[in-house]
């Protein structure tokens, strides 16, 4: 019964979603006041008709309904509660449910949060989010539908995969879905600005929270992800260029340039034209990645069974959401006049700058990533483009990048001079010189530079408030003072520059990591890192729906023991014969220690032993990046809005 | 000379330096008692200690201890991995190589970190190959030969694959092209107050 | 200019145009089967196979790359082992092609006699010779690298199809067929 009010509900809200689109974009031009406030109510509708639809899916996922065929095919009764939950998402049609309904979310917001916009603009906005739910959600219902029914029903289904039996299932793919569909609010924005014909900075204002929020989360769903791999995944690797992580990492690299652009046209006027095209780009590439993810036609860890019949569908989706939107593009475009100058040296160029390196790795990613498909294609074969070519040819781009990040913020608008800038920059430019000699001494000089890359953009973000504050140019009270009055935003953009410094960081310490693959008989012992590795014993653990085998690990300096870890290797009953590792890892915030047990033969463990300095600031990088980027929104500024005209109440007006 | 020279145990010894100051300066790992000097130390010139330790490191500890570890140094320098047995500068060759090679029954993964039993075959082969004293290029082309250009996880530079290592140049080509293309065209001028504006214009300067 | 300023602002859409043609042209070619992004071609095709011997089991006649210069007839040689599924999945589809006259001769990948012996006396054996590969060697030398797969050789020796999976009627019909007439 559940599962058929949920299908209802999904085919109703196919229906509210096109109808949201419809007046959504007519209404403005037809003047109708009520019906422009029909599209928020309807939005919300959408809401609540695609919400009940997904909770009728997790409410069969629960009770093990394998009735539905897709609770049959992912899920089981042996599996503990909070995966057969979350594991409502770990396939194919689920996740396209939860994307449906993150989308539905991101417009009930909008309405919901919107009482600011002109009446219009809210209006056009949740229309092309409703034309675009429509569509995902006629794919949804049409040839993904993740309620259709399985009779007779199994006696138990077959089980979720072993490696999405992990709290990082419960988070990873919300969060970062929320990412992806967010920039749908930003794209939404600019067609309607495109619409209308008109972008100032009110439009800017209105944008940024949006794109900030979107941002966040999809900085903290890569970073979640990428966690989630190295802990789970057992190689210590925790960025594989995986054409699905790259799916992800191309709306990041082009949300960071659209959020600098959104800041330049809130405050100068400038740069309309890219904002609105990094919008449209930016949604472009979350959608191509549902794509390229969902069609097959990438080789790919993470990809979904590959399905060429939806992936036509989906294209057919992005021909005409992207293709019309840069058709738009194309059109009215030339209509936003661009009225803010800036000179060459300016925080503006020091912007554009950003983007284009920001813009440029994307390409590089982008190019590389669909390389093998459009090859065989053109020339008929068949290449390889992974890891080593991409560590080649991004992290070269990365230089120039940090450069222009670091020195951005110390510039002012419109107009720089030179030595003023140069004055502000020079401190933390020398620390980072003294950093790179000494650490190119200590060990290679491409670590070297990455570390020092890293200490000098968290210096400049420091240098930042400094200048803000005038810190030992006026009395330290006066410092003080300043400091307290400073907007949140200003502590935001500096954590965020900061958080991207401690994760370069990060990967250069990573550079250094020792790794050692030796096979142990229970009581010997290995060293590596100047520490050593004791096996002390193997033995068994039963779980859930696994049964364990356990090796206990001591590490030891000097001869005293001082960490024991307890990597297990897990044999599932459900789905039959799969193992996986389980690794163990020990943290300090600056290091860590990381044993996996890999295999067991003649009565010895096969481990593998690495050593990762510095590895825990990668995602405390993205961590503290998410946070600056929370504390932003936090600012008073952006959820006031811009002003409107105050409302006075005059004693005349209140009923006779 | 190799890194392997002065390390017996680990992988790369200046690696095992950072470390050292890591742990130094934010007080983490093994306590000061490591720095003892009747541990044995690595000979090293790149040490963080002062010029004269070393000389008395050098005089008395270093004879002691190659006297106590010169039979196990036959020992203590090879690995095993996967069966093979070679040292450790072997090792690290064979594993840059294998980081290079696709598993070819795995998605997108190399060789290295792959548990398929092709791949351990591979390894198997490649550090063969390896201790036989066959260059990285022949290894590669010893992989190409069988499993063509698609195993190689980096593809050839051919005039096949000109785009794709030229796209960082042709990007940021394009990028500051258009750039400086957009600087040097003049916006157009404003179009001219339709009616409605015209009135709206009036209203608010009215008020 | 205001001609060159179009043009800049139609680019991303013309890019974009571009980039869906060769997406739709991708797609429809993986729905005909034209196009697999997991499937590998050989580099053996259009060669000799490389040289090797391997011995017989289950009682029959092993052979080496000097039996294969020049075949009476278009051949295959087919990899199989007696835990690989898909292999169980096309025996009856060689037992079919043997019947018909094709000569099939098989390796046994990574595989003990016994299991190899059950497995032929489970699924019927269409091989004329069958050879074992115990340690998987020359199938890294001939670019195996999963079983099953099936290589046909042609009258000169020469390797000119590899197809690795199993074969299904689809493969049999579509691909197969029109090769053993090309080069009967």
């Known amino acids: 019964m559940i599962p058929e009010l949920g299908h209802f509900a999904l085919a109703l809200a196919v229906a509210i979603a096109f109808a949201q689109g419809v007046i959504g974009i007519f209404a403005p031009g037809l003047r109708d006041p009520s019906a422009m406030r029909a599209a928020p109510a309807l939005a919300l509708s959408h809401f609540l008709a695609i919400g009940a639809a997904f909770l009728a899916l997790i409410y069969a996922g629960v009770v093990s309904d394998f009735t539905v065929e897709n609770v049959a095919d992912y899920s089981s009764s042996l599996v503990p509660l909070i995966y057969r939950i979350t594991g409502t998402w770990g396939n194919h049609d689920g996740s396209m449910i939860l994307w449906c309904f993150i989308l539905s979310l991101c417009g009930a917001t909008v309405a919901a949060f919107g009482h600011n916009l002109p009446a219009s603009l809210r209006a056009r906005v949740l229309g092309v989010l409703g034309l675009v739910s429509g569509g995902f959600l006629l794919f949804t219902l049409t040839v993904s539908d993740p309620f259709t029914r399985l009779w007779p029903p199994p006696l138990d289904g077959a089980g979720v995969n072993p490696i999405l039996q992990d709290p990082g299932l419960a988070f990873h793919p919300p969060v970062l879905y929320t990412g992806y569909v967010g920039f749908s609010v930003a794209f939404a924005f600019a067609i309607a600005a495109l619409i209308e014909g008109r972008i100032d900075a009110a439009w800017g204002r209105w944008v940024r929270p949006w794109a900030l929020l979107s941002w966040c989360f999809l900085t903290s769903g890569i970073a979640l992800g990428s966690w989630w791999s190295y802990y789970t995944l057992g190689w210590g690797g925790y960025w594989f260029w995986d054409p699905v992580e790259n799916a992800a990492l191309l709306p990041w690299l082009s949300g960071t340039a659209l959020l600098h652009c959104a800041i330049v046209v809130e405050k100068r006027e400038a740069l309309k034209a890219w904002t609105v095209l990094l919008a449209i780009t930016t949604f472009s590439f979350s959608l191509s990645g549902t794509f390229l993810v969902r069609s097959g036609i990438l080789n790919s860890v993470h990809s979904f069974a590959a399905a060429p019949d939806q992936g036509l569908f989906i294209l057919a989706l992005l021909g005409v959401t992207i293709g019309g939107s840069l058709l738009l593009f194309a059109f009215r475009a030339p209509v936003l006049a661009a009225t803010g100058m800036f000179s060459p040296l300016s925080r503006e160029s020091a912007l554009i700058v950003n983007n284009i390196f920001l813009c440029s790795i994307a390409a590089v990613v982008f190019t590389g990533t669909l390389y093998p498909p459009v090859a065989d294609l053109l020339f008929g074969i068949q290449l390889s483009v992974g890891a080593p070519f991409f560590n080649q040819t991004v992290l070269p781009l990365t230089a120039p990048l940090i450069l222009a990040m670091a020195s951005g913020p110390l510039l002012p608008w419109k107009r720089a001079a030179l030595r003023p800038a140069l004055e502000r920059i020079w401190v933390a430019a020398l620390i980072a010189l003294v950093v790179f000699v000494v650490m190119t001494g200590e060990s290679n000089y491409i670590t070297a530079l990455g570390l020092a890359g890293g200490v000098w953009v968290i210096l400049s973000a420091i240098t930042d408030i400094a200048e803000r504050t005038k810190f030992l140019r006026v009395p330290l009270r006066d410092s003080a003072t300043r400091l307290t009055a400073l907007p949140r935003a200003a502590f935001g953009a500096a954590l965020g520059h900061a958080g991207f410094g401690v994760m370069v960081c990060g990967i250069a310490g990573m550079t250094l990591a020792a790794q050692k693959v030796i096979i142990l008989a229970p009581g010997q012992s290995t060293t590596m890192a100047g520490y050593t590795w004791t096996l002390d014993a193997l033995h068994d653990a039963p779980g859930p729906n696994y049964a364990a085998r356990i090796a206990d690990v001591t590490i030891s300096a000097h001869g005293k023991p001082f960490l024991s870890l307890h990597p297990s290797r897990r044999i599932f009953v459900n789905p039959a014969g799969v193992t996986t590792n389980d690794a163990a890892i020990h943290t300090n915030f600056f290091q860590d220690i990381y044993v996996v047990f890999a295999a067991e033969q003649s009565g010895g463990a096969e481990l593998r032993l690495n050593y990762h300095p510095l590895a825990p600031e990668i995602w405390f990088g993205g961590l503290i990046m998410a946070l600056g980027g929370a504390l932003s929104l936090s600012d008073r500024r952006l959820r006031i809005g811009a002003p409107a005209r105050a409302k006075v109440k005059k004693p005349e007006s209140l009923p006779a | ?207 | 200019m205001t001609t060159r300023r179009n043009l800049l602002y139609a680019a991303p859409l013309a890019a974009v145009a571009l980039a869906g043609a060769g997406f739709y042209t991708i797609l429809r070619r993986m729905q005909s089967n034209d196009y697999d992004p997991h499937a590998l071609p050989s580099p053996l095709i259009g060669k000799r196979p490389p040289p090797f011997t391997l011995p017989g089991t289950n009682g029959q006649q092993g052979f080496s790359n000097t039996d294969l210069l020049s075949p009476p007839r278009p051949m295959l040689v087919n990899w199989f082992a007696s835990w690989c599924g898909p292999c169980a999945q096309e025996a009856a589809n060689l037992d079919i092609l043997a019947q018909n006259g094709l000569t099939i001769w098989g390796i046994a990948y990574q595989d003990s006699p016994a299991a190899t012996a059950a497995y032929l006396s489970q699924y019927g054996n269409p091989y004329t010779r069958l050879a074992a590969d115990a340690s998987g060697l020359t199938a890294i030398n001939w670019g195996v690298y999963g079983v099953p797969e099936t290589y046909l050789i042609d009258k000169a020796g020469i390797v000119r199809w590899r197809w690795a999976g199993a074969l299904t009627d689809q493969v049999l019909m579509g691909t197969l067929g029109p090769m053993l007439h090309q080069y009967a």
């Open chain 2, 1 to 207: 000379m190799s890194k392997e020279s002065s390390s017996f145990f680990e992988k790369k010894e200046p690696k095992k330096l950072l470390l050292e100051g890591l742990r130094g300066k934010c007080r983490l790992g093994p306590p000061a008692g490591e720095r003892n000097r009747h541990k044995p130390r690595k000979p090293t010139s790149k040490s963080f200690l002062l010029p004269r330790a070393r000389r008395i490191f050098f005089k008395k500890e270093v004879l002691a201890f190659l006297l106590v570890f010169l039979p196990s140094l036959a020992f203590a320098q090879l690995v095993q991995r996967d069966g093979v047995t070679l040292t450790q500068a072997q090792e690290t060759r064979a594993e840059n190589i294998g980081d290079q090679l696709r598993c070819l029954v795995c998605q997108n993964e190399s060789i290295e970190g792959s548990s398929a039993s092709l791949a351990h075959q591979l390894r198997v082969i490649i550090r063969q190959h390896v201790v036989a004293g066959d260059s990285d290029q022949a290894i590669m082309a010893f992989m190409v030969q069988r499993y063509g250009i698609f195993v190689l996880l980096k593809p050839p530079f051919s005039p096949l694959t000109f785009l794709l290592y030229a796209s960082p140049f042709l990007a940021l080509a394009l990028g500051f092209g258009a750039f400086f293309l957009a600087r040097k065209s003049t916006p157009p001028p404003p179009p001219p107050l339709t009616e409605s504006d015209r009135a709206r214009l009036e209203k608010l300067t009215e008020s």
